[in-house]
């Protein structure tokens, strides 16, 4: 109910992002002016004891909502609350919002005189009296009103009457009858004044029969004919209103409502918008005025909250009160993306979105045969399509459609045509937004043939589409067959297909190709003319030709459909339509460098793979020749008498380092981490040693080289401790000895005496 009762004007934003952008229209999409006319708007707000406080504000919130939600600024509205005059000096209507525009300026100060409905005290009268209320909207919506503009009545009650206190009824023993018949004669009032009356259903236990009876009782006929647009009651739940009065206010004036995700902030929420979609408002509940919203398009793109961007038009309305809205002018279909934040302690509620939109629906109609003679079966068919001329892909957008079609033409009368989308002969698929049908052209035809077919939906702008034919005696001299399958291609592509033409007549036929039904310079065909023989028969190449990406913007996303009618007219008998070809054409982004050319990265990948294996290979079997783990070093005098061995280790960086150990007494080899000598395999085989300051000087395997003035070292190999190995006594002196040769107990261990120049 705290949300239901937030502050009017904050409520009010819901659909004050439907109008016209403050200042002026923004350029609006292609005869939206024309597909959404104005409506005249009358709110009827129960001011009577039956209804609660927290009622009445509901009411309040509810009233501020619908006052402002037409798409169209030339669209006007009255308020006024009502309950019952039980005395002289009362009177059962209280106007609060005089009639209004909804243009710019007069929004602005809607939310104000809404503020001043209230509930009625005693002594201003508490009845509720329903006459009163529906004459005082029929007077408002009908006094210097165009009649040709719908006029909706919203009457915000609980639906039971109560006049027993209201003097103008007679006796009281007498009023409620009175009551009821005057109630009767209001509702005939309504509906011979074209007035719907759309029934709100406020308080605990609103009573359903009455509104029902209210809802029935004005004029039925809505902004289509459709079920969905013909008055019904609706209940008001308080903590639902938001998305209840959007249902409501869609079915009341023909828009779509379509409900997104739902989420505690911080959060990214989403929606989608149909590509019929010529005006929308992407409606915020946020809960809280603290959240903070930001719009993305389905491009991923941060849309701008007010102007322009892109192709669309920006105006945001609410953006400090817990509802706001996003109106947009010619959206960009697809889902698109809304981010909520909200700093620490007003994250408790949850931010929910949806979106109210208006649209139109197109269709393109072909008959097959286009100039069919007496008696002929012919197959039409009605391809809907948005208003670009792109497929519609989603039948949740076309959902309630009705279609109609019939044939006229010279010599017979009118034949209704059923068309269906159900999968069954003629209609290839089900669910393809393709409506198929048959008719037999009757024998009594003579000349001129018309095809029609009508769509009408909801929220949709009703679209009426007709193909003219030829229906004579005789076969007609030229005849052509054009064959262009379905295909899919890349915008500036390119798709290919046969003609096959014969002409029977004795004089040359010029015949002109042409693509139709769709928007200008998306499709063009080649060539543009062909010129017959007298007597000429074959097949003729037929190119088609995709604009290129700049023509489609942002609408190309991750691909399109166009559909398109060919047609081939023999421009020299008259422009009889030879054939009209439904086309499809599937165009998607051209792939990057990576699509492309995926097979030669990959093998580019494979062969880096397989090299980088190949070098670290060879580097460890670089290293692995290098490596010292296993060569035995052998001290030697200079009598040649080998007075220590010592077993090597793997070392740092393939170089085992070591020092001579009591070079005059008893010398041996001990492992030195930075010693003056070091060692390493050498890949030639024998070893390399290293000398600090010294150089480097080869041992070869059978011999030795100086190590000091009076030592020499030679190299022999430990059969226990394989090449690379990691044998347990590797660096220690558990190593061989000679039996000359004096063993030193730990040599190994780093723990003897250094060197006498160390």
């Known amino acids: 109910m705290r949300r239901a009762a937030a502050p009017v004007l904050a409520s009010a934003a819901l659909f004050a992002s439907l109008l016209a952008p403050a200042g002026q229209d923004p350029a609006p999409a292609a005869d939206s002016v024309a597909a959404f006319p104005a409506v005249n708007y009358a709110v009827a707000v129960d001011e009577s004891a039956s209804l609660a406080p927290e009622d009445m504000k509901a009411e309040k919130a509810a009233a501020a909502r619908i006052a402002l939600g037409d798409v169209s600024s030339d669209s006007h509205v009255t308020v006024f609350g009502f309950a019952a005059a039980e005395s002289g000096d009362q009177r059962a209507v209280d106007p609060v919002c005089p009639r209004t525009g909804l243009d710019a300026a007069g929004r602005e100060t809607i939310g104000d005189c809404v503020g001043k409905l209230h509930s009625r005290t005693k002594d201003e009268g508490t009845g509720t009296d329903f006459p009163s209320a529906i004459r005082q909207g029929v007077h408002d919506l009908t006094d210097g009103t165009d009649a040709s503009q719908p006029r909706v009545l919203f009457l915000l009650t609980d639906g039971y009457m109560d006049v027993t206190d209201s003097p103008k009824y007679g006796p009281r023993e007498h009023r409620k009858a009175e009551g009821e018949r005057q109630l009767g004669l209001a ?15 406020f308080g605990a236990q609103p009573r359903l029969d009455e509104l029902k009876r209210m809802a029935s009782g004005g004029y039925q006929k809505g902004c289509v004919d459709l079920p969905s647009a013909h008055p019904q009651p609706h209940k008001v739940k308080a903590e639902d209103i938001g998305s209840t009065l959007e249902d409501i206010f869609a079915a009341a004036h023909c828009m779509r409502h379509e409900k997104g995700t739902s989420q505690r902030p911080p959060a990214t929420l989403s929606v989608g918008i149909s590509p019929l979609a010529t005006v929308g408002s992407i409606v915020v509940d946020k809960g809280d005025p603290a959240v903070k919203i930001s719009y993305y398009d389905p491009s991923g793109d941060k849309v701008p909250t007010h102007g322009a961007f892109k192709k669309s038009q ?28 909200a700093p620490e302690g007003h994250r408790s509620l949850p931010v929910s979105v949806s979106v109210l939109w208006q649209g139109e629906l197109r269709g393109a109609i072909t008959m097959d045969p286009p100039s069919p003679q007496p008696g002929d079966k012919v197959t039409v068919t009605m391809r809907l399509q948005t208003r670009e001329g792109y497929e519609v892909k989603d039948p949740r957008d076309y959902s309630g459609l009705r279609v109609r079609s019939e044939l006229t033409g010279a010599g017979f009368s009118p034949l209704a045509l059923d068309l269906a989308d159900d999968g069954e002969a003629p209609d290839p698929t089900a669910g393809d937004g393709s409506f198929s049908g048959t008719v037999r052209i009757p024998q009594t035809a003579d000349g001129a043939l018309k095809v029609s077919a009508t769509l009408t939906a909801s929220g949709l702008r009703a679209d009426t589409r007709s193909e003219g034919g030829w229906a004579a005696p005789g076969q007609p001299p030229v005849t052509a067959a054009l064959d262009l399958p379905a295909a899919s291609t890349h915008p500036g592509g390119t798709l290919g297909g046969t003609l096959s033409v014969h002409n029977t007549g004795n004089t040359a036929h010029t015949l002109r190709l042409a693509v139709a039904d769709v928007q200008p310079g998306l499709l063009s065909v080649s060539p543009a003319e062909i010129t017959l ?7 003729r190449k037929v190119t088609v030709r995709v604009a290129p990406a700049s023509a489609f913007g942002d609408r190309l996303g991750g691909g399109l459909k166009l559909a398109g009618t060919a047609t081939v007219v023999d421009t020299t008998d008259h422009d009889r339509t030879l054939q009209g070809l439904p086309l499809s054409v599937q165009v998607t982004p051209r792939p990057g460098i990576w699509d492309q050319y995926w097979w030669a990265f990959a093998a580019g990948a494979a062969f880096l793979a397989l090299a980088a294996v190949a070098v670290a290979a060879w580097v460890r079997q670089r290293r692995r020749r290098r490596d010292p783990h296993g060569l035995v070093l ?21 170089w085992y380092e ?14 030195r981490p ?3 000598y070091a060692v390493q395999r050498s890949p030639e085989g024998g070893a390399v040693l290293r000398k600090r300051g010294g150089g480097r000087t080869p041992v070869p395997a059978r011999g030795q080289v100086p190590l000091t003035d009076t030592l020499h070292l030679a190299l022999g190999e430990d059969s226990r401790a394989p090449k690379g190995g990691g044998g347990r006594n590797a660096g220690r002196n558990g190593g061989r000895t000679r039996p000359e040769a004096t063993p030193t107990p730990g040599a190994g261990s780093g723990g003897g005496a250094f060197s006498e120049w160390e």
Do not use: C, Y
């Open 533 to 539: 023989k007298p007597g000429e028969s074959g097949t």
């Open 658 to 671: 070591f020092a001579v150990a009591e070079a005059h007494r008893s010398p041996r080899i001990e492992r």
């Open 187 to 201: 509702l005939k009032e309504a509906a011979a004044q074209n007035v719907q009356i759309w029934p709100l259903g």
């Open 674 to 676: 930075h010693g003056p």
């Open 634 to 654: 052998r001290l030697v005098s200079e009598e040649g008498s080998v007075l220590n061995e010592h077993l090597a280790g793997h070392g740092t960086k393939q």
């Open 314 to 341: 920006f105006e945001l309305a609410g953006g400090t009160g817990p509802v706001e809205a996003l109106k947009i002018v010619d959206p960009l279909p697809g889902t698109w993306k809304i981010k909520a934040e």
